[in-house]
């Protein structure tokens, strides 16, 4: 996440008003207490990597308190695009579709939309299959991690395909999907095309930014990342650990 990585977050006084959002760096870490709801990495920092305490995260994501709209867990994925870098060192990326026809078109293998359409889907297949084999089951709500940091493409049209393809693979297993960005990353790799129609729009967000409980409070006014869509969760920056706060 933004903040280097997914961190502890506190709570406040004996009843929990924010949830928390962990990842490998709390492997063999004590995990909060009372927390409101739980957020889980499914990756270890990039797409084509695994979070190995994503078991014992999860299961403690499943016990929190409650007490706000959101499910007690749920899960966040990294994301990426590495069709720019397929094409001049395939050599670095461990895979790269050359087959399906989409929405997008035929993919033949090349740095397409199709093709990005079809790595998404892959990579979110991927990520359901260590879900579902972790915790028995597939069905939570999945937050792509949407960020700067990670291989994207300089075509935006391609990364949203990327996107497309992992909403629409998630939708498909009837899961919900979220998006976690600011608005200025997601401008950066999604662009500012319409997306009215588009799987993407309507999507609940995640903003994070805020560096207090108030400033998050604040920003669930926020504009969603994508058109009809609800802010529904924001985080803020507390002792350097990440907070997450439900705006409904």
Known sequence: MLV???????TSGS?????????YPQCGKTLPSRAAFGIVGVNGGKASTLNPCFPRQIAWAKA????????????YVNTGNPGDVYVTNPSLVSYWPTTGPNSFGTCTGGNTAACAYEYGKYMAGKDAAF???SDGSTIFTYWLDV???????????????????MVDYFHG??????LY???????QIAGTATYSGSPLAGLQSWLPGAQSLSAARSNCLLPALTPNGTVTLTQYVSGGLDNDYSCQ
């Open 4 to 10: 280097g990585s997914p961190a502890l977050a506190a």
């Open 147 to 165: 960020e700067i940091g990670n291989s994207w493409s300089v075509n935006t049209l391609n990364n949203r395909a990327d996107l497309i393809g």
């Open 181 to 187: 960005s600011t608005s200025y990353q997601w401008r």
């Open 64 to 75: 929190s308190v409650g007490g706000t709209m959101q499910p007690l867990a749920a899960v």
């Open 131 to 133: 879900v579902a084999k």
């Open 15 to 23: 009843s929990a008003i924010t949830g928390n959002d962990v990842s």
């Open 173 to 178: 297993i009837g899961s919900p999907v979220g």
